[in-house]
């Protein structure tokens, strides 16, 4: 039982491969945000911000402040990924409101492929910054015996990511889909309200331990320069 996906009508075949209605809403959401993005800073204005531009000049504030936070004097290296990543998921989370669409981050696919983006940005920002040699090196403290332990543990904690966002907008499609078979429509707004902040809660959620997985990179290269 799932939720009715009219993208699915759209799904073709490119070679081997399926283009299904998760790719096509994927799609879709990153040209509704490119598009927003555009409008937004066309007419940048310093003596008279339209209120768009004050809206999203608050987002990427509060988006730095966080990031700040968590990973200090690493906030305009990581906001990019780290804030287009939180705007993403929490726009992927809310599209099942829209009739006829589901959010893509209930697909499995999705959220696998979003949490191998943070391990590999993992890795990137910590090579790049500390070098190969010395960011392998931090694999062997405090004892190399410990080895295949940080190795077990950067493996479930990437399985970890892609599950727990997964599981938590499936349930939360299907109990809505549930409530809405048993209730009809005589509770679509506290059902409404449920979605929104569940959906902003598992966005906040998933960006908040991507940053801390990258953080925690960044600090090994701190702790290297320290010894």
């Known amino acids: ?57 608050g987002t990427v504030l509060a988006l730095q402040q966080a990031i700040e936070d968590t990973a200090p004097g690493n906030a305009a290296r990581l906001l990019p990924f780290i804030g287009t990543l939180w705007l993403f998921i929490a726009a992927a989370n809310l599209m099942g409101l829209v009739p006829g669409l589901r959010s893509p981050t209930g697909d499995l696919s999705l959220t696998v492929a979003l949490a191998m983006l943070v391990f590999l940005s993992v890795h990137w920002f910590g090579i790049r910054i500390d070098g190969l040699r010395a960011y392998l090196r931090h694999y062997l403290d405090p004892n190399p015996i410990l080895l295949p332990f940080h190795l077990l543990g950067e493996v479930t904690r990437t399985l970890a990511l892609a599950v727990r966002l997964f599981g938590n907008m499936m349930s939360l499609e299907m109990a809505a889909l549930l409530v809405l078979l048993v209730a009809g429509f005589l509770a679509p707004i506290p059902l409404l309200m449920l979605h929104i902040v569940e959906a902003l809660v598992q966005a906040y959620i998933f960006g908040t331990l991507a940053l801390v997985y990258v953080a925690g990179a960044l600090q090994s290269h701190e702790l290297n320069h320290k010894e």
Do not use: C, N, Y
Request: net charge neutral.
């Open 1 to 57: 039982m799932g939720k009715p996906e009219f993208l699915e009508l759209l799904a073709f075949h490119l070679g081997p491969l399926h283009i299904g209605a998760t790719v096509l809403t994927t799609w879709l959401l990153m040209a509704l945000l490119v598009g927003l993005a555009w409008f937004g800073t066309r007419r940048l204005s310093v003596d008279s911000p339209s209120r768009l531009q004050m809206a999203l000049e």
